[in-house]
């Protein structure tokens, strides 16, 4: 929250839906995003993230990261349409293999790294349009 990285969706005063991040190194990650079931499919998790994407540029990070599950159907596209990828092993940085052999060992099975790196090929990207949820 002091670091200026926690978001919040709201929707008649409660909250549907947040994403938490913190800085790693040269990075900013994505620890959590969740939306109520209730509130799916309607940009509130892709406002999140822009609002991470945001923050992590807004801080001088060089990308964000983040963990996830590979065999969930519906979570590497909806990352990979928002411009994450999952890189080689050899270029995942050493925080997120740690992360990644944590959460494995932990009994998660299938988690994969992703990252999406701000670079001069993103420069001429465009950027995601204010509309839908704000995220306060």
Not at 77 to 97: D, M, Q, T, V, W
Request: glycine content about 12%.
């Amino acid at each position: 929250l002091r670091a200026g990285l926690l978001f919040v969706s709201e929707e008649d005063g409660a909250v549907v839906g947040f994403a938490c991040a913190t800085r790693m190194e040269a990075y900013v990650h994505l620890h959590e995003m969740s939306v109520h079931p209730d509130y799916g499919r309607r940009g509130i998790g892709g406002a999140l993230l822009a609002r991470v994407v945001e923050a992590a540029r807004s801080q001088h990070a060089v990308g964000v990261t983040l963990t996830t599950f590979a065999d969930v159907p519906w979570n590497r596209p909806f990352y990979e349409r928002h411009g994450f990828s999952s890189p080689s092993s050899n270029s995942i940085p050493a925080f997120l293999k740690g992360m990644v052999a944590a959460e494995t060992g932990a009994g998660m099975t299938e988690r994969i790294a992703m990252v999406r790196s701000f670079g001069a090929r993103e420069e001429g990207r465009r950027r995601p349009r204010r509309t839908g949820p704000s995220g306060s």
